[in-house]
């Protein structure tokens, strides 16, 4: 028979999990670390953070890559760690980075405690799905990697080229009403509502989110569709299942909307359209002429 405290011992190993790996891991990161004392193996994850990196010549200091990240196309040579909310910690910490860049919504947080309890400086760069904080990443990625003149004259070109594609939908009087669904299932819509990278995009094109209430991705009811009445719907393709047309426009409530009526689907490069990064403003510009046309001044 086993003793009490073997038995114990047993059944803690069995609940400790990630900590062993936790615990044999080096000295703790210094915690709310800014700017990397080594920048020469970065890992980024989250595509934005890559093409920012890029866009501020300072690539040579990456080792590594999340899947997201395809753009631009240099940098799927780089060594790819996985979908960047899907990650091993086991899988970034083996590149040996001096650094990790992250986007914040990486996970799943058990990988992300193991990352930031690890002796690797982990920054989380913020998410917000506007043009001020589109700006506000460029600034921080720039000031970890030690660069922060580039990051502000990148951040300079942007905001002014952020400004332009904003002001080409000024003045048009009736705006678009659109439904960014990101998946199809089961014939259910998952659709965008507020605080989302789809709600972010449509207000910046210059249109309105048919879909009020919620925040967050979440499935719509027949009857919220029929209600929402969108003008358009809005998806992405090269990004997760794609959205068969005419999967969407044999859905009932969406048939029942001037979008279904018209079938009137606009797909985009997802890295492209969601990226909120030095692209934006030329995703903005695309996104407004595919629903105003004409109505779009330069």
Same mark, same amino acid.
């Given at each position: 028979?086993?003793?009490?405290?073997?038995?114990?011992?047993?059944?803690?190993?069995?609940?400790?999990?990630?900590?062993?790996?936790?615990?044999?891991?080096?000295?703790?990161?210094?915690? +709310?670390?800014?700017?990397?004392?080594?920048?020469?193996?970065?890992?980024?994850?989250?595509?934005?953070?890559?093409?920012?990196?890029?866009?501020?010549?300072?690539?040579?200091?990456?080792?590594?890559?999340?899947?997201?990240?395809?753009?631009?196309?240099?940098?799927?040579?780089?060594?790819?760690?996985?979908?960047?909310?899907?990650?091993?910690?086991?899988?970034?910490?083996?590149?040996?980075?001096?650094?990790?860049?992250?986007?914040? +919504?990486?996970?799943?947080?058990?990988?992300?405690?193991?990352?930031?309890?690890?002796?690797?400086?982990?920054?989380?760069?913020?998410?917000?799905?506007?043009?001020?904080?589109?700006?506000?990443? &460029?600034?921080? &990625?720039?000031?970890? /990697?030690?660069?922060?003149?580039?990051?502000?004259?990148?951040?300079? *070109?942007?905001?002014?080229?952020? *400004?332009?594609?904003?002001?080409?939908?000024a003045s048009i009087k009736?705006?678009?009403? &659109? /439904?960014?669904?990101?998946?199809?299932?089961?014939?259910?819509?998952?659709?965008?509502?507020?605080?989302?990278? +789809?709600?972010?995009?449509?207000?910046?094109?210059?249109?309105?989110?048919?879909?009020?209430?919620?925040?967050?991705?979440?499935?719509?009811?027949?009857?919220?569709?029929?209600?929402?009445?969108?003008?358009?719907?809005?998806?992405?393709?090269?990004?997760?299942?794609?959205?068969?047309?005419?999967?969407?426009?044999?859905?009932?409530?969406?048939?029942?909307?001037?979008? +279904?009526?018209?079938?009137?689907?606009?797909?985009?490069?997802?890295?492209?359209? /969601?990226?909120?990064?030095?692209?934006?403003?030329?995703?903005?510009?695309?996104l407004a002429v595919s629903?105003?046309?004409?109505?779009?001044?330069?």
């Amino acid at each position: 028979m086993f003793s009490f405290p073997r038995l114990f011992g047993l059944r803690l190993a069995s609940t400790i999990g990630l900590s062993l790996l936790i615990a044999a891991l080096p000295a703790r990161a210094a915690e +709310g670390v800014a700017v990397f004392a080594d920048t020469s193996r970065i890992a980024a994850i989250g595509g934005s953070i890559t093409e920012i990196v890029y866009a501020l010549g300072e690539e040579g200091h990456l080792v590594a890559r999340d899947s997201t990240s395809r753009y631009p196309a240099a940098a799927m040579a780089l060594p790819d760690v996985g979908y960047m909310r899907q990650l091993s910690a086991e899988g970034v910490l083996s590149v040996n980075p001096s650094g990790i860049l992250a986007l914040h +919504g990486s996970g799943p947080k058990e990988a992300v405690d193991v990352l930031r309890k690890s002796s690797v400086p982990f920054i989380d760069v913020p998410e917000h799905y506007s043009h001020d904080g589109i700006l506000e990443k &460029i600034r921080i &990625i720039g000031k970890a /990697l030690g660069v922060d003149a580039k990051a502000e004259t990148l951040a300079a *070109k942007t905001d002014a080229k952020l *400004k332009a594609a904003e002001k080409q939908t000024a003045s048009i009087k009736e705006r678009k009403r &659109i /439904l960014f669904v990101l998946s199809i299932q089961g014939g259910k819509i998952l659709a965008a509502g507020s605080d989302t990278a +789809g709600d972010g995009i449509i207000k910046l094109a210059g249109a309105v989110n048919a879909v009020d209430g919620f925040s967050g991705y979440k499935a719509m009811s027949d009857e919220a569709i029929v209600t929402a009445r969108p003008d358009v719907i809005l998806a992405m393709k090269n990004a997760g299942p794609p959205i068969a047309e005419a999967e969407l426009f044999a859905i009932p409530s969406i048939t029942s909307t001037p979008a +279904g009526e018209g079938r009137k689907l606009i797909l985009m490069d997802g890295g492209y359209l /969601l990226g909120f990064g030095p692209r934006t403003a030329n995703a903005i510009h695309d996104l407004a002429v595919s629903l105003y046309g004409s109505q779009v001044t330069d």
